[in-house]
């Protein structure tokens, strides 16, 4: 079983201070995002139980929190299941992103603070030197903190709240795009652009420039689309190739 490997791979005394839920919550978390639980897939509540050494409650706690987060679905009387990704979800979850985003950056340049800015520079330091070691996890990670932290300097607790659930569905997004190294996309040119947008954003929060803020913001979404769908939509490019090598002429 994929998750089994992953799982059992985890040592027990770096979550014994966690409470038990929150431990299943993160492990069960972390094979969606790393797509070891892929989408559509079941998730083995009795087995999950068994590797992490803990009772079926806190398993179901953490089930029905990642159910909250539309991370999972219940089926009634068979289960929980790995969310599917569609075209129709993806198109959704962008316009939503896309507006709330520029709502958070304009806040956040009015309300930010000095420490929170310090914050931020280091974060996009620590997702440079994951991009350079090549550890996808940990850039999904990096990156998802980069704007989480900017929502908390929103202190709109409403907005935090909403904002917070679209970035579950980006990590896992996100993971399978950084993570797929594809010859038609420059995922090096697409690195580097995204770390620049990050710290330019900076700039402009310290700046107290919203407009700009948000405007820089419209296009750093954009960028995550763009990879997104290189990712999932079938390129045209290849069918050129394909139909060339067979004679076939239109």
């Known amino acids: 079983m994929r998750q089994k490997k992953f799982l059992m791979s ?22 969606i995002v790393t797509l070891k639980l892929g989408p559509g897939d079941q998730v083995d509540e009795e ?3 068994k590797a992490l050494s803990i009772g079926r409650t806190p398993i179901r706690e953490a089930l029905f929190r990642l159910n909250a987060e539309n991370l999972v679905e219940m089926v009634h009387g068979r ?21 709330l985003e520029r709502s958070a950056v304009a806040l956040a340049a009015n309300r930010i603070k000095k420490n ?13 030197q994951a991009w350079l070691e090549k550890n996808f996890l940990r850039v ?6 980069f704007h989480r932290f900017i929502y908390r300097a929103t202190e709109n607790t409403f907005l935090i709240s909403y904002l917070d659930n679209l970035q579950n569905q980006c990590q896992r ?3 399978m795009c950084f993570s797929k190294d594809l010859s038609s996309y420059d995922m090096q040119s697409h690195a580097e652009l995204s770390i620049k947008d990050h710290q330019s954003l900076i700039e402009l929060l310290k700046q107290g420039n919203d407009i700009e803020a948000a405007n820089l913001i419209s296009e750093h ?9 290189h990712f999932i939509l079938p390129s045209l490019d290849i069918l050129d190739a394909v139909t060339s090598s067979q004679g076939i002429k239109s």
């Open 47 to 49: 087995w999950v139980a």
């Open 140 to 145: 999904t990670l990096m990156n998802s903190r």
């Open 173 to 175: 997004l996100a993971y």
């Open 79 to 99: 289960g929980f299941f790995v969310q599917d990704i569609t075209l129709s979800n993806l198109k959704d979850l962008f316009e939503t992103m896309l507006i």
């Open 221 to 229: 979404v954009k960028l995550f689309q763009r990879r997104v769908n």
């Open 116 to 128: 929170q800015i310090e914050d931020l520079q280091q974060i996009n330091s620590d997702l440079r």
């Open 10 to 31: 985890k040592k027990k005394n770096q979550i014994k201070s966690l409470p038990l839920s929150e431990i299943a919550y993160q492990r069960i978390k972390e094979l």
